[in-house]
């Protein structure tokens, strides 16, 4: 079963050439909608990302970087309003047909290297990347101008008390 895929722009590695390319991709407005359902956004009015494509050796990798921006519109975690925001990014990533499925016996991992992801079916969904990648730019907890005002509203003085622990201690050393 196949997951369907909202923003799809496969590239075949075959297509690759050599030297590398440069894409430019924009989703459609139908399909900015899906994604702004896949990641519980309010909207989504601008995906775009530019990418360069390049082949790694003759080893079957492709290294894929680029940046993307969009504009989306996120709930606030306090207030439930509407946040619009901006979303730049840039991303580097590397994927490689030649990954074994299974290690066998321990496996040493080096924190610091660069680890491939696997290519299936030697096609590269540019589109996906670029959705991957937006889920990962977005901001986890948006916030409206007002929060900070309506948190501080709510809590009133239990709030200032809850920001000095220690507070009764103090009058307690003063007597």
Known sequence: ???????????AAEAVPPGGMSLRLAASPAECVL????FELIGLTRLEGEVRVEPVGATGSIHLAGQLSADVVQQCVVTLEPVPARVEA?????FSQDLPEEAPG????????????????????LGEVLAEELS??????PRS??????????????AREARMPFAPLDTLRRH
């Open 90 to 94: 840039e991303f580097d990533r590397l």
């Open 106 to 125: 321990e496996v040493e991992i080096d924190p610091e290297a660069e680890a491939p992801e696997p290519l299936v079916g030697h096609q590269l969904d």
């Open 1 to 11: 079963m196949s997951i369907p895929v909202e923003f799809s722009r496969p590239l």
């Open 136 to 141: 990962l730019a977005l901001d986890p907890y």
């Open 35 to 38: 994604l702004a359902r896949r």
């Open 145 to 158: 101008p007002d929060a900070d005002r309506l948190l501080a509203e709510l809590q009133g003085p239990q």
